[in-house]
């Protein structure tokens, strides 16, 4: 079993930054990761993964330019950084990971899943 744990959401201003955390523990395996969100009465929508081997990376359109996917491979941990938030940024933010190699924007194809932090922006 694989155990994601999320931290570092808040309520911020239009404008400002937030860094999201998921720590991974348990039977990990070097697989993407990847955090998704979901706005109230929404789907579960991709935002940005990260490959654990090489680092690539890829973004949602409606994020690039703004937030930033990273890992430190030692810690099992994987980061989003988020700058210039905006009120649509406002969601349930989760960390997820597959059970096996190879990128994926599908909800269905991870198996792990955080328990969500909350990101809200106001105007």
């Known amino acids: 079993q694989v155990q994601l744990v999320e931290s570092g959401g808040g309520l911020v201003q239009a404008g400002e930054s937030l860094r999201l955390s998921c720590a991974a523990s348990?039977?990990?395996?070097?697989?993407?990761m990847t955090w998704f969100r979901q706005a109230p009465g929404k789907g579960r929508d991709f935002v940005a993964t990260?490959?654990?081997?090489?680092?690539?990376?890829d973004y949602a359109d409606s994020v690039k330019g703004r937030f930033t996917i990273s890992r430190d491979n030692a810690k099992n941990t994987v980061y989003l950084q988020m700058n210039s938030l905006k009120p649509e940024d406002t969601a349930v933010y989760y960390c997820?990971?597959?059970?096996?190699?190879?990128?994926?924007?599908?909800?269905?194809?991870?198996?792990?899943w955080g328990q969500g932090t909350q990101v809200t922006v106001s105007s």
């Open positions: 997820a990971r597959r059970a096996m190699s190879g990128r994926s924007t599908s909800v269905g194809d991870y198996l792990y």
């Open positions: 348990g039977r990990t395996t070097p697989s993407p």
């Open positions: 990260i490959n654990w081997f090489d680092g690539s990376t």
